[in-house]
Nanobody, 130 residues
Framework: QTQLVESGGGSVQVGESLTLSCTITRETSSPYAVGWFRQVAGKEREFVAAFSWIRASPFYADSVKGRCTISRDRTKTGVHLQMNNLEPEDTAVYYC???????????????????????WGQGTQVTVSS
């Protein structure tokens, strides 16, 4: 069983920064990837970024590329998402999720599909005000 706990959400002003953290506890093998999704009420969950355990590399959605940095801590028990120059459109509930298997595409690249992630955190609210 894998458990994910997010922290670091909050309310900020346009242009400010925020760092979200995800602590991972697991009783099974290492994940394939751990990523962040966000969701606005009434819309589907949207891929933001993920860190591939296989390739030890970060991957980003085009909407946040250049503004976000995802990293894995040295103990490999957490990932962090640093978000800079936040915009009102970044307002959402942010979820940490673990992908445990390869499904398609280039091996080692994280999936952008929420359905491919088996474990989820409870979510943390990020609100960006103008």
């Amino acid at each position: 069983q894998t458990q994910l706990v997010e922290s670091g959400g909050g309310s900020v002003q346009v242009g400010e920064s925020l760092t979200l953290s995800c602590t991972i506890t697991r009783e099974t093998s290492s994940p394939y990837a751990v990523g962040w999704f966000r969701q606005v009420a009434g819309k589907e969950r949207e891929f933001v970024a993920a860190f591939s355990w296989i390739r030890a590399s970060p991957f980003y959605a085009d909407s946040v590329k250049g503004r976000c940095t995802i990293s894995r801590d040295r103990t490999k028990t957490g990932v962090h998402l640093q978000m800079n120059n936040l915009e009102p459109e970044d307002t959402a509930v942010y979820y940490c999720a673990a992908q445990t298997a390869y499904y398609r595409g280039i091996y080692g690249n994280p999936s952008h599909r929420a359905a491919d992630y088996a474990y989820w955190g409870q979510g943390t609210q990020v609100t960006v005000s103008s």
